[in-house]
């Protein structure tokens, strides 16, 4: 199982990115599904998460500006920023509470990450 993250970048500021998350291997179900973020000497923070039955939360310094939903493409979201400020500048981390099997196994991954990518917002 894994977390395939895409579309971080550099972009000035005002502008907009679109990030996406896909989720794939030996999946049952991805319960919740989001982004976090983190900046040095900092802990990650909340940017947008996703439930299965369509719960969102925000970060509240998002708020407005940030949208999350999840996509055509089974398992993954998609993380549309717009009116992008220096401070959004950070690493992306995609990250799922999910279910998988392997063999007669079923775990459950209450916070499963993938590798970050990295947001840069220019002034």
């Known amino acids: 199982v894994q977390l395939q993250a895409s579309g971080g970048g550099l972009v000035e500021v005002g502008g907009s990115l679109r990030l996406s998350c896909a989720a794939s291997?030996?999946?049952?179900?991805?319960?919740?599904m989001g982004w976090y973020r983190q900046t040095p000497g900092k802990d990650r923070e909340l940017v947008a998460s996703i439930t299965d039955d369509g719960l969102i939360n925000y970060g509240e310094s998002v708020k407005g500006r940030f949208s999350i939903a999840r996509t055509d493409v089974k398992n993954a979201v998609a993380l549309e920023m717009n009116g992008l400020r220096p401070e959004d500048t950070a690493v992306y981390y995609c990250?799922?509470?999910?279910?998988?099997?392997?063999?007669?196994?079923?775990?459950?991954?209450?916070?499963?990450w993938g590798q970050g990518t990295l947001v840069t917002v220019s002034s």
């Open positions: 291997g030996n999946i049952l179900n991805v319960v919740e």
């Open positions: 990250n799922a509470d999910l279910v998988s099997w392997a063999g007669h196994v079923i775990t459950r991954s209450k916070d499963f």
